[in-house]
């Protein structure tokens, strides 16, 4: 039995909301998702550029998909099948269909360069990808290195029925010339895929908990992306955990949730695809939220209930004209995560929306939902939240003592919703799972008496761009391969737009090199996010008696 003693955020809770959640209440995600597509069956689902399916429609065409992997390719199951798209209708179809067929999910960040892309399909093992062609052409390249015997491929408007999926693909690939030229012997387009499971039976599989349902990739501190094992049981967890927590303030088949971060994230992943889903919602996608007066237009006359996204999402949108016209009578719920939510821009959406912006705090290894604000707060707290349903955290010093209440340590967490471990990486995962299964987050922070839990500082070198996770050491593997430079290192400092930006501080082995030159050389090899937007050339580097580059210097010093 727990008590408040035990965990002194019950305390805390919202009437409701229970301790502990059903595990078992559901054996896997497809299981879930079939019931929910027989329960909300003629409600709309998910929305993309005026196109909208339905439960029934995103039931019949996954079922579709996963009748071709299963009975054209021939995939068993548990083989991974790589996932490289963002937010357009196919993606659903795609995810449901894998996991309804047994198989596993490997999440690609689209924006990929050849050498980030190359080590994820390489080291999943992913034997078939879904592709946009936008971003074919990468894949193109490092195709021949992988284990990838299957490509499907498809373009934006795939989905939008004709004509607007005609007129859609022709100004995609023509107009604004975003499909680069690539070739893919044997490629298969998606909708052929799904024309031809159609007709075919979807062989009977068990899926249980220990299934896995996806290989989700964070950064690692050995430079090199690293697959956390999130099982049928985790995510189950997860959103059963997040349902109990937001429970009052959703109506079942009423919401209308905006899905503006990318899906293959796994806050969207989670929150909105998985739990908005099993609520019966419709998930209106947006394929390019960094076009904000496009994005804000597309919320006109649309009468939307909740929305999730980062600090930099939510202050973009309040400094887009227009935005703050918009009708916000229904929004009962917005959710932060994935990087700390600064006051002003909360205290600013309040006033603007009429809603509080509630921060969470979560990562990829627990699915991620650890800690949730009570969604009727009256104002933000400035805590990352009370721990949800079924979880534990502990505040621990470095030898795995657990402190006192109110002391500064790292915050540990334990739950159903906890990762297996890293795929193929045993040594990494014992370096944050205790064998008790107490997961090391690498975030230093205190709980108060009440159970709130507030993020003090960061214990890893890790950077964090607008809820994205960057890793030193994969930055500085990528520009010490740059000719002239000697040595490098690379920190996070603060910026007003994205949370923390990449910093480089660079020893010249090459009087003539520039920065223009390792700015060149990082967007050949690193996406978007892990550029750096700040270069700075020195003659040494500090570092301690052994040699070790000390960061935190580099990070306290001026840009």
């Given at each position: ?319 887009t004209p227009g935005f703050d016209k918009l009708d916000f009578s229904k929004l009962r719920l917005t ?225």
């Open positions: 039995m727990t008590t408040s003693n035990d965990r002194p955020w019950l305390a805390s809770y919202p009437s409701g909301i229970p301790a502990e959640i059903d595990v078992n209440a559901y054996s896997s995600i497809a299981a879930l998702f079939e019931e929910t597509c027989e329960r909300f069956r003629h409600r709309p689902a998910f929305a993309n550029l005026g196109r909208t399916l339905s439960y029934d429609d995103l039931d019949r065409l996954s079922r579709g998909f996963a009748s071709y992997l299963r009975s054209v390719l021939n995939l068993g199951k548990g083989d991974r099948v790589a996932v490289m798209m963002p937010n357009v209708l196919q993606y659903p179809i795609a995810v449901f269909g894998i996991l309804r067929a047994g198989l596993t999910v490997v999440n690609v960040n689209p924006l990929y360069t050849a050498r980030e892309l190359r080590h994820q399909l390489k080291d999943s093992g992913a034997v078939a990808i879904v592709v946009l062609d936008n971003f074919a052409a990468v894949l193109a390249e490092v195709l021949a290195e992988t284990d990838v015997k299957h490509v499907l491929t498809t373009s934006i408007g795939d989905l939008l029925g004709f004509p607007k999926s005609l007129v859609t693909n022709f100004v995609v690939k023509h107009v604004k010339k975003m499909v680069p030229s690539y070739r893919i012997d044997h490629a298969v387009r998606f909708n052929r895929a799904l024309a031809q499971g159609a007709g075919r039976q979807l062989p009977a599989t068990q899926i249980g908990h220990e299934d896995i349902a996806f290989l989700q990739y964070t950064g690692g501190t050995t430079g090199l992306a690293k697959g956390a094992i999130l099982t049928h049981g985790n995510m189950v967890a997860n959103m059963q955990q997040a349902a109990a927590w937001i429970a009052s303030g959703v109506r079942p088949g009423e919401e209308i949730i905006i899905t503006a971060l990318p899906l293959y994230h796994i806050l969207a992943l989670t929150a909105n695809c998985l739990v908005f889903m099993r609520a019966g919602a419709l998930n209106q996608l947006i394929t390019n939220p960094r076009d904000m007066p496009g994005f804000v237009k597309s919320l006109k006359n649309l009468p939307f209930t909740a929305i999730t996204g980062v600090n930099t999402l939510f202050n973009g949108l309040l400094n959710l932060g995560g994935g990087m700390a939510v600064q006051r002003s821009v909360a205290d600013r959406w309040h006033k603007v929306t009429g809603c509080i912006l509630g921060e969470a705090y979560g990562l990829t290894e627990t699915s991620p939902a650890v800690c949730i604000n009570p969604i009727d707060l009256s104002e933000f707290n400035g805590s990352i939240g009370l721990p949800i349903p079924s979880t534990e955290v502990s505040i621990q010093d470095d030898d795995g003592k657990t402190l006192d209440i109110g002391s500064v340590g790292e915050l540990c967490v334990r739950g159903p919703q906890v990762m297996r471990g890293y795929w193929n990486k045993p040594e990494e995962t014992a370096k944050v799972l205790s064998s008790d299964g107490w997961l090391r987050t690498g975030d230093i922070a205190r709980i108060d008496e009440r159970g709130f839990v507030y993020i003090v500082d960061r214990k890893k070198d890790m950077i964090l761009v607008s809820g994205f996770n960057v890793y030193p050491n994969e930055i500085e593997d990528v520009v010490i391969a740059c000719p002239g430079v000697l040595e490098v290192a690379a920190v996070g400092v603060p910026d007003e737009k994205s949370g923390e930006a990449v910093k480089l501080v660079i020893v010249k082995k090459d009087a003539n090199l520039t920065a223009e030159i390792v700015r060149e050389h990082c967007k050949t090899n690193l996406t978007g996010y892990k550029q750096p937007k700040y270069i700075e050339f020195r003659d040494s580097l500090p570092k301690t008696n052994v040699g070790k580059i000390l960061r935190r210097e580099l990070r306290d010093s001026p840009k």
